[in-house]
């Protein structure tokens, strides 16, 4: 990912540590769920304005299922709560014309990953399935 710069009072700042670290933890997610034996079919898909962070065939082919991964870098904390009612209003819709669009007869679902990335320990992965309902 290259580094975007904005100046600030003569001052170069990088980009926010956030995006690495999101960066980071979609990809935990994306090799958690490939163990899983999900296949990736996007990462960071966007349509219009909503974004699908990863979209994963099941292991068995018959559903297709968008993933929002939440990454925090503390272990008190609980991404999956940053998952609000416009985020998953924005889903839903994402959700919705990937079936229109793709003429999809396959079950389409949202699930959920809330990782906690703390030093150089392992992450601590929950996986919420069906996490937002109305796909």
Same mark, same amino acid.
């Given at each position: 990912m290259t580094a975007q710069f904005v100046r600030y009072v003569g001052e170069v700042a990088r980009e926010p540590q956030h995006a690495e670290l999101a960066q980071r933890g979609e990809n935990a997610a994306r090799v958690f769920l490939e163990?899983?034996?999900?296949?990736?079919c996007a990462q960071n898909l966007r349509v219009g304005s909503d974004e699908a962070d !990863?979209?994963?065939? /099941?292991? %068995?082919?018959?559903?297709?299922? $968008?993933?929002?991964?939440?990454? #925090? /870098?503390?272990? %008190?904390?609980? +991404?999956?709560?940053r998952v609000d009612a416009s985020k998953? #209003? /924005?889903?839903?819709? !994402?959700?919705?014309?990937?079936?229109? #669009?793709?003429?999809? /007869?396959?079950?389409?679902? $949202?699930?959920?990953?809330a990782i906690n990335l703390t030093g150089?320990? +392992?992450?601590? $992965?929950?996986?919420?399935?069906?996490a937002v309902m109305g796909s």
């Amino acid at each position: 990912m290259t580094a975007q710069f904005v100046r600030y009072v003569g001052e170069v700042a990088r980009e926010p540590q956030h995006a690495e670290l999101a960066q980071r933890g979609e990809n935990a997610a994306r090799v958690f769920l490939e163990r899983q034996g999900y296949e990736l079919c996007a990462q960071n898909l966007r349509v219009g304005s909503d974004e699908a962070d !990863l979209v994963m065939r /099941s292991p %068995d082919g018959s559903t297709l299922v $968008i993933v929002e991964v939440k990454t #925090r /870098s503390c272990a %008190d904390a609980w +991404p999956e709560e940053r998952v609000d009612a416009s985020k998953q #209003r /924005s889903l839903i819709r !994402l959700a919705r014309t990937l079936a229109r #669009r793709g003429n999809l /007869s396959s079950p389409l679902r $949202i699930d959920v990953i809330a990782i906690n990335l703390t030093g150089e320990s +392992p992450p601590c $992965i929950r996986w919420f399935e069906n996490a937002v309902m109305g796909s």
